[in-house]
């Protein structure tokens, strides 16, 4: 306990401004959250009550949550930094824990004196990823219920809408961007390099999660009847392609056909346009993705982590 104890406030003394950083932003992004979802809450309330066909209760009954025009821009705002907010905790929280120690030389000391640099890493690096996973998850939490206010029709468990924002993903990723950012503070031994460093592949951690949607589970044709957005809401479009006789062709000659499209005259060729198709993954398949694109980031965390590792065992201090 002793240990433990000592090694939280060794954490609080090397990094006490970035995790006062961190805690100021998952305040004010879970206490906005919580405020949008009270007054969501309250006009819904009072939607249904009046079970009226008129803005702000029309978009019931049409899109599944309400025309809130006044709280749209606030609303983009913390849904925003809800998505951002596991990857710059990540980096902050991550580059500092060793780039500060290598920079400053006093590794040099350290880990000479540690009972093995293996001890020494996870005294370090526990409490912050500790104190980081409560911040990330609270943020985490106030954007599940953003979310079940924002959309009161459906289940937040059976609808893609938000996300990344909300639930267990945020809460993984904040894990692996954080590891992956300790791992470039090692290898650059700079503070400022290797945060800018670190936020470009934590953008490409993000761009790379956000492609990979259609790959954890698979995805089925949209309906192409579908004509109002409560009719799909939940759903999350993947992917689009292009079909024409029964063959799939490329986007490029799917392109081509559509620029030969006269939209205002007649044209012998307007049989010839192709058919697109959206693939799509239905809401009811929210569990099986998040479990399993969770499992694959937390996966690749710990390989990361493995790597980090080896690494502070070879490297020298100085």
């Not at 945020?170 to 031994?189: D, E, K, M, Q």
């Not at 592949?201 to 956000?210: D, F, N, Q």
Request: net charge negative.
């Amino acid at each position: 306990m002793t240990a433990t104890r000592r090694a939280f406030l060794l954490a609080w003394r090397l990094q006490r401004w970035e995790i006062v950083a961190v805690a100021i932003a998952a305040g004010a992004l879970s206490l906005v959250a919580l405020q949008l979802a009270f007054r969501f809450d309250e006009l819904v309330a009072g939607c249904r009550a009046a079970a009226v066909m008129v803005a702000p209760c029309g978009g019931l009954d049409f899109a599944g949550t309400i025309y809130d025009t006044a709280n749209q821009e606030k609303l983009y705002l913390v849904r925003q930094g809800l998505a951002v907010f596991p990857f710059a905790a990540g980096v902050l929280l991550g580059v500092p824990l060793l780039a500060r120690e290598l920079e400053h030389g006093t590794a040099q000391l350290a880990w000479p004196l540690a009972r093995s640099r293996a001890r020494w890493l996870a005294l370090r690096l526990l409490p912050v990823v500790l104190i980081g996973l409560v911040l990330v998850t609270a943020a985490a939490i106030a954007g599940q219920v953003l979310a079940r206010s924002e959309w009161p029709v459906i289940s937040p468990d059976a609808n893609f809408e938000g996300y990344g924002e909300r639930g267990i993903p945020p809460v993984a990723r904040f894990g692996v961007v954080f590891v992956a950012s300790a791992l470039v503070a090692l290898w650059i031994g700079r503070q400022l390099p290797a945060l800018l460093v670190a936020g470009i592949l934590a953008g490409a951690i993000g761009t790379g999660l956000s492609i990979a949607h259609g790959s954890w589970v698979e995805p089925v044709e949209g309906n192409p009847e579908v004509f109002q957005p409560i009719d799909s809401l939940g759903d999350m479009n993947v992917d689009v392609r292009y079909r024409l006789n029964g063959n799939w062709i490329s986007d490029e000659e799917a392109g081509d056909r559509f620029s030969t499209f006269d939209l205002e005259g007649d044209n012998p060729n307007a049989a010839e346009l192709p058919e697109q198709v959206i693939y799509v993954l239905h809401g009811e398949r929210y569990p099986e993705v998040v479990v399993r694109e969770s499992a694959a980031v937390v996966a690749g965390g710990l390989g990361l982590l493995l790597l980090l590792l080896l690494m502070v065992q070879r490297r020298r201090p100085g």
